[in-house]
């Protein structure tokens, strides 16, 4: 069910590129997908308030608004005003749900995606600022983890594979997965792991451009290790995340998992593709995601998906911090400690 509220001519355009996110095909993503954000900012900038007031309106308020913050956290721009001032109307319109969750960390990766707008536009004029700003976030993340509410928590679930089964063909990634209450306790979790692993990212880039000599080169080599770490754990929750979606509830193996239902889509393909982008990502890992990424793509129809599992197939990633404008470029491969590309 879509909240619709009232026709205007002014949405038309909107809608437009509001359905064409659905159909989403061929590189480059990014700029196809920043482009048809902008459709989904127009949507509930034109409808306001009143959106907040119906709770379809309010799910899909909660749910662009979470794509138009990584849209600008790609972009390098700040977050606008109006949609800070919608997100604080809807923490009213919650009630006891429990989503008021994903207001927290919406505003978390508000703050991140702040966080890269400054890095792009003071050039790093405070590289021991915006550091220890990333890493304060990363801790108010790790203490919310730590503090919540037991109905919040999850149950992790060991499966047992043989050894003649091929790992990046199974539906469950390593050997276990986790099984949530329900659809929001999954999303808020995975919004967690993805907003660390960014962050994670943004903390890496740091120590690499600025602080690889200051603390010696074994503290570095250390900070990038845990840091690498973290991110590969995160990602392998993401991925134990997947089965929970595809109708996984602890009852059986995983075999005879089915085609995801259509909810689930818009939880798991940027957690997954953020995931496949770390620095802790194997080529197992990218693989699996892949697959992943294609069975959600053909399952319900979604081609942003089909696109994202052939950026990796093609061993592509996202450079988004490095540069000016993000791009998909070809991913690096390790050669005696030196990085080169596969490609051009």
């Known amino acids: 069910m879509v909240y619709r509220g009232k026709p205007s001519p002014a949405c038309e355009p909107c809608r437009t590129r509001r359905l064409k996110i659905v159909t989403c095909e061929g590189p480059p993503l990014i700029g196809r997908w920043l482009n048809h954000i902008e459709g989904g900012v127009k949507l509930i900038e034109i409808r306001g308030f009143e959106q907040l007031h119906h709770q379809a309106g309010l799910e899909l308020f909660t749910q662009i608004r979470i794509q138009i913050a990584l849209g600008n956290l790609y972009k390098k721009e700040r977050t606008p005003s109006w949609?800070?001032?919608?997100?604080?109307?809807?923490?009213?319109?919650?009630?006891?749900?429990?989503?008021?969750?994903?207001?927290?960390?919406?505003?978390?990766?508000?703050?991140?995606?702040?966080?890269?707008?400054?890095?792009?536009?003071?050039?790093f004029a405070h590289p021991a600022r915006l550091l220890k700003r990333a890493l304060t976030l990363d801790a108010d993340l790790i203490t919310w983890a730590m503090s919540i509410d037991p109905n919040w928590k999850y149950t992790v679930v060991k499966v047992k594979k043989t050894e003649e089964e091929n790992d990046t063909l199974h539906p469950i990634y390593s050997d276990h997965y986790h099984v949530y209450p329900n659809s929001t306790v999954s999303m808020a979790w995975n919004h967690y792991r993805f907003i660390r692993i960014i962050l994670q990212g943004i903390i890496g880039y740091l120590y690499d451009t600025h602080f690889q000599d200051s603390g010696g080169r074994g503290s570095h080599i250390e900070s990038e290790r845990h840091s690498t770490a973290v991110s590969q754990q995160l990602a392998e929750d993401i991925c134990a995340s997947v089965p929970y979606h595809l109708g996984m509830?602890?009852?059986?193996?995983?075999?005879?998992?089915?085609?995801?239902?259509?909810?689930?889509?818009?939880?798991?393909?940027w957690p997954l593709f953020i995931a496949s982008d770390c620095r802790g990502a194997s080529p197992k890992m990218r693989a699996w995601i892949a697959q992943c990424l294609e069975k959600i793509g053909h399952g319900v129809g979604v081609n942003m998906a089909v696109t994202m599992s052939h950026i990796l197939r093609a061993d592509m990633r996202l450079n988004w911090l490095e540069e000016e404008e993000t791009s998909i470029v070809k991913r690096p491969y390790l050669v005696r400690n030196e990085y080169f590309t596969t490609g051009t």
Not at 112 to 119: E, F, P, W
Not at 249 to 269: E, H, N, W
Request: aromatic letters at 6%; charged letters at 25%.
């Open 83 to 123: 949609l800070l001032d919608l997100s604080k109307e809807a923490l009213k319109h919650r009630g006891d749900t429990g989503d008021q969750v994903l207001d927290y960390f919406f505003r978390i990766l508000v703050e991140v995606g702040d966080l890269v707008a400054i890095i792009n536009e003071s050039a």
């Open 249 to 269: 509830t602890g009852s059986s193996d995983g075999s005879t998992l089915g085609i995801p239902f259509a909810g689930g889509v818009v939880r798991l393909m």
